[in-house]
């Protein structure tokens, strides 16, 4: 098979002319946004003009998802508005709840089921902003209902009076949960929000281009995040956390894991060259958490992993720049605030909804169809055979 370059291949147009083939669309600039900026060889994360660390730590949720939607923080009028709309929205539409029913019979996993019951969303009417509103206030619901549903237990109503992310941690748990952990949550949420042109972002903005609608493109979102590639590596990075057990075990197994040419899960990024930001804000959040309101000898351990691997990391594979990335710190945090690992992707997803709705709006207004080329490389000039002659 041939191994194609960005500047190698060139691929031919309907019309003659000739375009660079980039696979996997890679270096190539798709859409000018103002929602996020990701600056992978200084380390940066720009959302909707706030570094990330300025933002994921301070606001609330409400008040990032009225940022990405129109670019300002809002009043105090404009964000009781936000969070009364999406309070009213929170609870799921019969269709939904049969759909979660029947997928629990079948023991779907988490992330199908969520991608089966957001397509039952939205108001059908071609409201853009009412579909964006349930989407984001639903999908929590959707994730707690059914992994309670999956455990024989009873969903738990949502709770109009708490934040967005309070109630997410309510009706996963029935507790009402504390301040620390609701802003642990927030931070993450907050930081998760929006990062580029990522697969499911991509696949959300070629949706919507299409003029189909905001759940159409989120749910499509779903399955892009869904895949182990973009959204379904923060449990491995802590699973290698309780391998080790110790700190005295973590240079030993993790040596044993490089010389096996293993990948260390939790350290190093596609596109950070750098220090993930977003690391540096979680692992602050975390350390907030498990100070407060969780199990600090992991906390502890955690760290102790870390300062191993990047060393190790740095003697085995020097120059690469393999640092912490955002994966890690989800885990610990995700894994303090109670949640098991299989509802690590899952509130990815009920973090980037955010940034698709946001990018569903942005497209909208470009109203452009997305329709790159292709390169052939098939054969040409073939004759048929019956059958009989084949």
């Not at 749910?219 to 449990?235: E, Q, S």
Request: net charge negative.
């Amino acid at each position: 098979m041939r191994k194609h370059g960005i500047e190698e291949v060139v691929a031919r147009m309907s019309d003659g002319t000739s375009v660079g083939f980039a696979p996997g669309l890679e270096g190539l600039v798709a859409t000018r946004t103002r929602l996020s900026l990701v600056d992978g060889e200084a380390g940066r994360l720009i959302i909707a003009g706030f570094p990330v660390e300025e933002l994921a730590g301070r606001a609330s949720f409400e008040e990032t998802l009225y940022l990405l939607w129109n670019d300002a923080l809002p009043d105090e009028d404009q964000l009781a508005g936000l969070k009364g709309d999406l309070a009213g929205r929170r609870a799921l539409p019969q269709v939904t709840m049969k759909v979660l029913v029947e997928a629990v019979t079948e023991r779907v996993p988490t992330m199908d089921a969520l991608r089966m019951a957001a397509g039952t969303l939205g108001s059908r009417d071609g409201d853009d902003c009412g579909d964006a509103l349930q989407v984001v206030a639903a999908i929590p619901t959707i994730v707690a209902t059914y992994w309670r549903l999956s455990r024989d237990d009873e969903p738990i109503e949502p709770d109009r009076e708490l934040s967005h992310a309070a109630n997410y941690l309510y009706m996963l748990s029935g507790e009402v949960p504390s301040t620390e952990r609701v802003r642990a949550l927030e931070t993450y949420l907050n930081a998760a929000s929006d990062h580029g042109m990522n697969a499911s972002t991509f696949a959300a903005r070629v949706i919507i281009s299409t003029r189909s609608d905001v759940v159409s493109a989120v749910t499509g979102a779903v399955g892009a995040l869904k895949g182990p590639l973009h959204g379904g590596a923060p449990g491995p990075a802590l699973d290698v956390v309780f391998e080790i057990g110790e700190a005295a075990r973590a240079e030993p197994h993790l040596r044993t894991k490089l010389e096996r040419g293993e990948r260390l899960m939790g350290f190093g990024h596609r596109i950070y060259k750098a220090r993930d930001p977003r690391a540096d804000v979680l692992a602050a959040a975390a350390e907030r958490l498990y100070a407060a309101d969780a199990d600090r000898e992991l906390y502890r351990l955690a760290i102790a992993v870390e300062e191993t691997a990047i060393r190790l990391l740095d003697e085995y594979k020097p120059g690469r720049n393999l640092y912490t990335n955002v994966e890690y710190y989800t885990a610990l945090l995700l894994h303090g605030l109670g949640l098991p690992t299989e509802l690590f992707t899952p509130a990815f997803t009920a973090s980037r909804v955010a940034g698709w709705t946001a990018h569903c709006f942005e497209q909208r207004e470009l109203d452009r169809l997305i329709r790159p080329q292709s390169e052939y490389v098939g054969a040409e000039d073939r004759t048929w055979a019956p059958l009989g002659e084949r």
